[in-house]
């Protein structure tokens, strides 16, 4: 089982290379970031975008874009259905967004006849290495679903198992987060764990083992756990956090990141493809662990 992003990286160099489309190119950070997963050996890329800004961006940033493809088109909506287009037809093995709005991308993946749809919502997870631990956590979902109900809070879960599959974790323990440990008909959230729980121990959820209500302490601490005498096999032991709403995925998200210097990479999930969405904010580091995460998933 994977634990570092160096693993992460080190194992996406003997998959790859893959190749990522690139909806809308013309941006220095996302040029940097494809350029130094070609640098690394993990993925080749094709750009899709307004040649013109794509040629002004990569000289702000130094970069030879001479051995990329370019696909010149200015309007961003039809540069993101390229590149939609170019993953569900095989063409390419990941969809990257560049410089464009997310809702841009999201309607193009979503498309019925170019997309990429599965039947399965769209989610996000991010994934952490947080100093003091001995494993990655998966936090979803922190940026796409606002307050998943109990059946899409089931194809989240779902969702992140190719993930953590793609890095080693086979039968990941997921912690469904709530405020405290115990089942209160008042806190939706406990309510929604012990039906996800079900859904777990008869089958219906598969390849996973779901543990709830947990507050976050008794999912990723055994002396916690053991302090509040929470003994299901996930308690302490959690990889994945599931959160109830994303204003918890948020918060948590960039604590991890801000307050305990977690290296962090994030994914877009529930497509037919892995889908690479950083943001401005992400780091440099954040940015290629995303790629190569995205690699070990098309490698599978």
Avoid: W
């Avoid at 890329?45 to 200015?74: N, R």
């Avoid at 999912?219 to 996930?234: D, F, L, Q």
Wanted: proline share 4%.
């Amino acid at each position: 089982m994977i634990k570092t992003f160096k693993e992460i990286v080190e194992t996406a160099k003997a998959k790859g290379p893959k190749t990522i489309a690139v909806a809308v190119a013309q941006g220095a950070d996302v040029l940097s970031a494809v350029n130094a997963a070609k640098k690394y050996g993990i993925a080749e890329a094709i750009l899709i975008g307004d040649k013109d800004e794509i040629i002004k961006a990569s000289e702000e940033c130094g970069i030879d874009i001479g051995s990329y493809e370019v696909i010149d088109i200015k309007d961003k909506t039809e540069a993101s259905r390229k590149a939609v287009e170019m993953v569900s037809t095989g063409k390419s093995d990941i969809l990257m967004k560049g410089i464009v709005d997310t809702a841009i991308v999201l309607k193009a993946v979503l498309d019925e006849n170019i997309g990429l749809r599965t039947g399965n919502i769209l989610s996000h997870a991010a994934v952490f290495e947080v100093p003091g631990f001995d494993r990655l956590f998966y936090v979803t979902d922190p940026a796409m679903i606002l307050s998943p109900d109990l059946a899409q809070k089931k194809q989240i879960i779902e969702n992140i198992i190719p993930v953590t599959n793609a890095l080693g974790n086979y039968n990941p323990k997921v912690a469904v987060l709530a405020a405290i440990e115990k089942v209160n008909p008042k806190m939706q959230a406990t309510v929604d764990a012990a039906e996800l729980v079900k859904m777990n121990e008869t089958g219906e959820l598969k390849g996973c083992i779901v543990g709830g209500p947990f507050a976050l302490d008794n999912a990723i601490s055994v002396e916690a756990a053991k302090h509040k005498g929470v003994t299901h096999p996930v308690a302490g032991y959690a990889d994945v956090l599931l959160v109830p709403y994303i204003e918890v995925g948020n918060v948590l998200y960039k604590s991890m990141v801000y307050y305990a210097g977690a290296m962090v990479a994030g994914i877009l999930l529930g497509a037919k493809a892995p889908v690479v969405m950083t943001s401005r904010s992400d780091s440099d580091a954040a940015k290629l662990n995303s790629i190569a995460i995205a690699v070990l998933m098309a490698s599978v």
